[in-house]
């Protein structure tokens, strides 16, 4: 059964042993008593692509997974948030910076180590204000070129949605749009 240690071997609700169902064609976690069924989908995140010039701000993370590792400043999304909002939350938290979405820059999905499926939106934002500093969850932040990060980049999404902004970055640096 997909979802690993994530499935639920008691029901939350009313702590019935779960049992096993197909249900839209997938088999899913239920529960025999109160008819609970667990839904196991990815845990959906936001951040920014915020650009001084042709470098791009990455924050060095502070905590697992990958503490040490640099990142595009993205967070997951609270209960009550927009997609938008937790980007511009997670910058604020991340950078010190103020920040303006401008556009929908590109949405990946991946695995946050060891094993939660995610799906991150990233936007295309300006700065509106703020100081440049490091928040409680980054040990440092910066502008780097996206092909020179100062370190090893904590995600495969991160790793990909930078390479492409180097790309972009470079047809633009050359005057080549082709
Ligand atoms: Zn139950």
Same mark, same amino acid.
């Given at each position: %059964?997909?979802?690993?240690?994530?499935?639920?071997?008691?029901?939350?609700?009313?702590?019935?042993? %779960?049992?096993?169902?197909?249900?839209?064609?997938?088999?899913?976690?239920?529960?025999?008593?109160?008819?609970?069924?667990?839904?196991?989908?990815?845990?959906?995140?936001?951040?920014?692509?915020?650009?001084?010039?042709?470098?791009?701000?990455?924050?060095?993370?502070?905590?697992?997974?990958? *503490?040490?590792?640099?990142?595009?400043?993205?967070?997951? %999304?609270?209960?009550?948030?927009?997609?938008?909002?937790?980007?511009?939350?997670?910058?604020?938290?991340?950078?010190?910076?103020?920040?303006?979405?401008?556009?929908?820059? *590109?949405?990946?999905?991946?695995?946050?180590?060891?094993?939660?499926?995610?799906?991150?939106?990233?936007?295309?934002?300006?700065?509106?204000?703020?100081?440049?500093?490091?928040?409680?969850?980054?040990?440092?932040?910066?502008?780097?070129?996206?092909?020179?990060?100062?370190?090893?980049?904590?995600?495969? *999404?991160?790793?990909?949605?930078?390479?492409?902004?180097?790309?972009?970055?470079?047809?633009?640096?050359?005057?080549?749009?082709?």
């Amino acid at each position: %059964m997909k979802g690993g240690r994530h499935v639920f071997r008691w029901c939350p609700h009313c702590r019935t042993e %779960m049992a096993r169902r197909t249900e839209g064609g997938e088999l899913r976690p239920v529960c025999p008593s109160c008819g609970f069924v667990q839904y196991l989908n990815p845990a959906p995140g936001a951040g920014v692509i915020l650009l001084r010039e042709d470098r791009v701000c990455l924050v060095r993370r502070k905590f697992e997974p990958r *503490a040490g590792q640099w990142s595009l400043p993205t967070g997951f %999304m609270e209960w009550d948030e927009t997609s938008g909002e937790t980007a511009v939350r997670e910058a604020r938290e991340e950078t010190g910076l103020e920040v303006e979405l401008t556009g929908l820059h *590109a949405v990946e999905s991946g695995i946050l180590p060891p094993d939660i499926p995610v799906l991150v939106v990233f936007y295309r934002a300006r700065e509106t204000g703020g100081l440049l500093v490091a928040g409680d969850d980054a040990a440092d932040v910066g502008f780097y070129r996206p092909d020179e990060p100062p370190g090893p980049v904590a995600f495969a *999404a991160h790793r990909l949605v930078l390479a492409r902004l180097a790309e972009e970055l470079n047809r633009k640096g050359t005057g080549d749009h082709g």
